[in-house]
């Protein structure tokens, strides 16, 4: 979500972004949600990490109590740093120092990146220009994006009262 974020102000405003740090956005396992200023946009996010919540967040959403612009969930846990490409750790004490490590590291990665903004990416500029076309094209759209269609029983009741981590009002400013 940071990278999309990143992408779409400058997208939306023709302004460079202030912060590239958005940590409003990073977080443990749960549901957050964040309202952020994108120009005149109020956007509104939801970042869901662990499946059970996205249960809670989809059934809070389809019962018309969230208008979220965008919502990213993260199957595992604590996300991808907890996923299955991850050593796995039996001691909860050694796995919270583990998981820790791992997003301190991821983040201090990313903070030293030259590149840190999707459309700023040579290689994906690379792409667009000889393959796709241009982001939302038919091309692009054809291959890059999907449609969901539901094809049988699934849960059907979740608690509507999900717990979640509210940030608003922040400024990327």
Do not use: W
């Not at 990665?109 to 393959?131: C, M, T, W």
């Not at 982001?135 to 969901?148: D, K, M, N, Q």
């Amino acid at each position: 979500m940071e990278a999309a974020i990143r992408t779409g102000y400058e997208l939306l405003t023709n302004e460079k972004l202030p912060k590239l740090q958005l940590d409003f956005v990073r977080g443990e396992e749960g549901i957050r949600v964040a309202e952020v200023q994108v120009g005149e946009l109020q956007l509104k996010v939801a970042v869901v990490a662990g499946l059970q919540h996205a249960y809670e967040l989809l059934d809070r959403v389809q019962a018309g109590e969230c208008d979220y612009h965008f919502i990213e969930v993260m199957g595992c846990p604590a996300g991808c740093i907890s996923g299955g490409g991850q050593p796995k750790l039996m001691l909860e004490k050694h796995r919270i120092e583990a998981y820790r490590a791992r997003k301190s590291s991821i983040y201090g990665h990313d903070a030293g990146l030259q590149v840190r903004k999707s459309h700023e990416n040579p290689h994906i500029i690379k792409l667009y220009d000889e393959f796709l076309g241009e982001p939302l094209g038919h091309v692009s759209h054809h291959l890059l994006h999907t449609t969901f269609q539901k094809r049988g029983p699934g849960k059907q009741s979740h608690s509507c009262d999900a717990p979640s981590k509210e940030n608003t009002g922040n400024s990327i400013h």
